[in-house]
């Protein structure tokens, strides 16, 4: 067990590398993989941009992801009904908040007296 230890150990100290920092060709090094470096994250945020723009486009044409337009008729009655239902929904979604808005305040006003 000491023999592997003891040749880890020779090779930790021959890999330590001595860096110049006052060096020109050190610098000049630094600053290509910085470049690369800022090079590949301005590539990646525009392909993320270019998918966000594609996915507006999309929304903003009632397009369907595989290219297919989205046509609703208004006056179908069963699109009707189910905005009937999403309405009816939020409004009794806002209703239950305000009741517990207002139980809460009032619960607020019974523990101050």
């Known amino acids: 067990m000491e023999a592997r230890n003891s040749a880890t150990t020779d090779r930790s100290n021959k890999d330590d590398i001595d860096i110049d920092l006052d060096d020109p060709e050190t610098e000049k090094a630094a600053l290509k993989i910085q470049a690369g470096f800022k090079a590949t994250r301005r590539g990646k945020r525009s392909r993320q941009n270019g998918k966000r723009k594609k996915q507006q486009k999309q929304i903003s044409t009632n397009q369907e992801p595989d290219g297919k337009n989205i046509d609703i008729d208004m006056d179908d009655p069963e699109v009707v009904e189910a905005a009937t239902k999403i309405q009816a929904g939020f409004k009794g979604f ?15 006003e019974e523990s101050q007296d």
């Open 94 to 108: 806002k209703t239950r908040q305000e009741l517990k808005a207002k139980a809460a305040a009032s619960k607020d």
